[in-house]
């Protein structure tokens, strides 16, 4: 099976997805993992075929949308609705 996987945002948020692609790939699947250009390398280092979404969100939301985004991180709505406001 080909599975394509989309995620943006901090190591934290993309490492899971990662681990997700490499379990996937040793499996006999073909994974390509879309996120920031930062994390090109940690994909490559780990086998995973990396597709860049362009942009790095630590660039759009900025140091005040990245503390929105912390506080409101443990209640999923609230860091829906933080992203939203930042990413727009």
């Known amino acids: 099976m080909r599975v394509g996987i989309a995620?943006?945002?901090s190591r934290g948020d993309v490492q899971p997805f990662l681990a997700l692609?490499?379990?996937l790939k040793r499996r006999g699947h073909a994974v390509?993992?879309?996120t920031c250009s930062p994390f090109a390398s940690l994909c490559r280092d780990h086998g995973v075929d990396f597709v860049s979404i362009a942009g790095d969100i630590k660039?759009?939301?900025g140091d005040a949308?990245?503390?929105?985004?912390?506080e409101a991180e443990s209640h999923?709505?609230?860091a829906a609705r933080?992203?939203?406001r930042y990413v727009g």
Request: zero cysteines.
């Open 7 to 9: 995620t943006v945002g």
């Open 21 to 23: 692609a490499v379990a």
């Open 32 to 34: 390509r993992l879309a």
């Open 59 to 61: 660039e759009v939301v």
């Open 65 to 70: 949308g990245r503390a929105a985004l912390l």
């Open 76 to 78: 999923p709505l609230r």
């Open 82 to 84: 933080a992203l939203r």
